[in-house]
Nanobody, 121 residues
Framework: VQLVESGGGSVQVGGSLRLSCEGS?????TGWFRQAPGKEREFVAA????????YYADPVKGRFVISRNNAKGTVYLQMNNLKAEDTAVYYC??????????????????WGQGTLVTVSS
């Protein structure tokens, strides 16, 4: 499994970006994590293989939406109303996980290279 992220860039506070993660196979849970300079990698959102179950970290609830197109093998992260604190490298990850583990980055088997999101005022 090879994951490739795209869609990062620079945007002003309040703006939107959509990240894409290509290569996520059927049967795998896919998650988005982010890591800001000097900080730990943190969970952002995850979606089960069927696409019916989604999970979000509290700081992004109501602003970010995760979705997937299994036919294309792609998972998306739509990010709206971006804040300066959303600035980070965003990583796509995939694996076979149970619900209680999907917020833990160490549980994922496959990772993309990351894409940088910069939000400025």
């Amino acid at each position: 499994v090879q994951l490739v992220e795209s869609g990062g860039g620079s945007v002003q506070v309040g703006g939107s970006l959509r990240l894409s993660c290509e290569g996520s196979e059927r049967g795998l849970t896919t998650g988005w994590f982010r890591q800001a300079p000097g900080k730990e990698r943190e969970f952002v959102a995850a979606i089960k293989s069927g696409g019916g179950s989604t999970y979000y970290a509290d700081p992004v609830k109501g602003r970010f939406v995760i979705s997937r197109n299994n036919a294309k093998g792609t998972v998306y992260l739509q990010m709206n109303n971006l804040k300066a604190e959303d600035t980070a490298v965003y990583y796509c990850a995939a694996g076979r996980l149970i619900t209680s583990s999907l917020r833990e980055h160490s549980r994922y088997n496959y990772w993309g290279q990351g894409t940088l999101v910069t939000v400025s005022s």
